[in-house]
């Protein structure tokens, strides 16, 4: 059996480089490597590595490009490992190379596996575009995506773990509400987002903003410091201490948060009637809901989605998501990620943009992700952006001249401990 798969192989690929790496291989290896393969597609280069069990590390060529493409397969099953967002140097805002990343995670004593880069940002602060929940932890949230490139204004396509780290994926809203004993649920249309064109609006600011919430001299404003006080079950318990705020500015406790309110409507009312002692209950979920938990343990975003159900719908992004030409239509190296049909399988794609790789088209990529075996798939940031790390070295080959480039947060493949 074993030499028949070994046959396929050198069918599938040219077979002039394999014969030396088929050398040993157990069957297990061997359909790795033959799931991990286009079907159809011709190589005249192959790596293949098992980075630990049940997490695969393939290259290949794409003779339809010719394009160069990388990817790395994670049976969620068994593979001994943990799924992380990491935002550059642990900050909001903030820029890191996916390779500063992982030797800063290693350095902490991680075993990181792999990583590749995540979801579009501001080139001038760093700051993602998306929802972001890392470790269960809310980073920011928005309902509606924060980006400049949009044809018109929606929630882009994320990818998460539910709390049973299930993967999942689906263009998901924040939703967050507060309720406090005397008055009516509050609802948090953003957290650590401050949306300046909203007439009236509620924004719950963590420490991760910083240490201060922002400047407005625009709207009618009420800030209510909270002190963190546990949580009970899926909801977050706090304490109102001081005053509530009429002006801006405020000191974000390092143990607690501000609920602010813009605009003189009803909602600014509500926060003014919070009072010094009341416990606000605060509760931080997605929309639609996920049915383990409201909260997730992961988010990040992208754009767009490429892969629903296994239909190709990349080349509906323009009407769904609002791509632009230039992302969607054009060839740029490009980063992916999809997981299969059962969720079993996790899995990372990056290819090659330049002289000797063509890159991809949206289309293109979704293609690849559904021939590697993705039921769900989307496109992270790409061109430029686009770096697999696997260790310590980076095997890909940026586009940029400056060669590896600094990006807003990294997904990252940790071998549990």
Not at 184 to 202: C, H, K, M, Q, W
Not at 321 to 327: A, C, H, P, V
Not at 351 to 364: C, I, P
Request: glycine share 10%; charged share 25%; net charge positive.
């Amino acid at each position: 059996m074993l030499r028949e798969w070994r046959g396929k192989v050198e069918r599938t690929f040219d077979g002039r480089c394999l014969r030396h790496l088929l050398r040993g291989l157990t069957v297990s290896s061997v359909i790795a490597l033959l799931a991990s393969t286009p079907s159809g597609a011709q190589s005249d280069t192959v790596v293949a590595r098992d980075l630990a069990p049940g997490v695969a590390y393939r290259q290949f060529t794409d003779a339809t490009g010719p394009r160069t493409a990388y990817v790395v397969r994670i049976d969620l099953r068994r593979a001994p490992v943990e799924v992380r967002v990491a935002r550059a140097h642990d900050r909001l805002t903030s820029r890191e190379r996916p390779s500063d990343v992982a030797r800063r995670l290693r350095a902490d004593g991680n075993d990181v596996l792999a990583a590749v880069n995540g979801d579009f940002f501001n080139l001038r602060d760093g700051s993602n575009e998306n929802n972001q929940v890392i470790a269960g932890e809310w980073w920011k949230g928005v309902r509606t995506t924060d980006s400049p490139y949009d044809t018109y204004d929606n929630t882009h396509i994320q990818f998460g773990l539910d709390a049973a780290r299930r993967p999942v994926m689906d263009r998901f809203m924040f939703d967050g509400i507060a309720w406090a004993p005397q008055g009516a649920a509050t609802p948090i249309i953003s957290l650590n987002y401050f949306d300046t064109g909203r007439f009236e609006t509620v924004v719950l600011y963590t420490p991760r903003f910083g240490e201060r919430t922002p400047h407005d001299t625009t709207r009618v404003v009420a800030e209510a410091p909270l002190t963190s006080a546990g949580r009970r079950g899926d909801t977050l318990l706090y304490v109102r201490r001081g005053p509530v705020d009429t002006t801006t500015g405020t000191v974000i406790p390092p143990d607690g948060a501000v609920l602010a309110a813009y605009g003189a409507g009803s909602r600014t009312a509500e926060v003014k009637a919070m009072r010094d002692g009341d416990t606000v209950r605060v509760l931080l979920a997605t929309s639609p809901r996920l049915t383990a938990s409201p909260t997730p343990s992961l988010l990040i975003g992208g754009w767009p989605r490429i892969l629903q159900d296994g239909a190709i719908v990349a080349d509906r992004s323009a009407t769904l998501e609002g791509t632009i030409s230039r992302n969607a239509e054009a060839r740029h190296a490009r980063t992916a990620i999809g997981f299969s049909r059962d969720s079993s399988t996790l899995i990372l794609l990056a290819v090659d943009g330049g002289t000797t790789s063509v890159g991809a088209t949206l289309t293109e990529l979704a293609t690849l992700m559904r021939k590697l075996g993705a039921w769900q798939a989307m496109n992270f940031d790409g061109g430029g952006s686009t770096t697999m790390v696997i260790g310590d070295t980076v095997v890909n080959r940026p586009t940029d001249s400056t060669g590896e480039r600094d990006v807003g947060n990294t997904l990252v493949i940790v071998r549990r401990r």
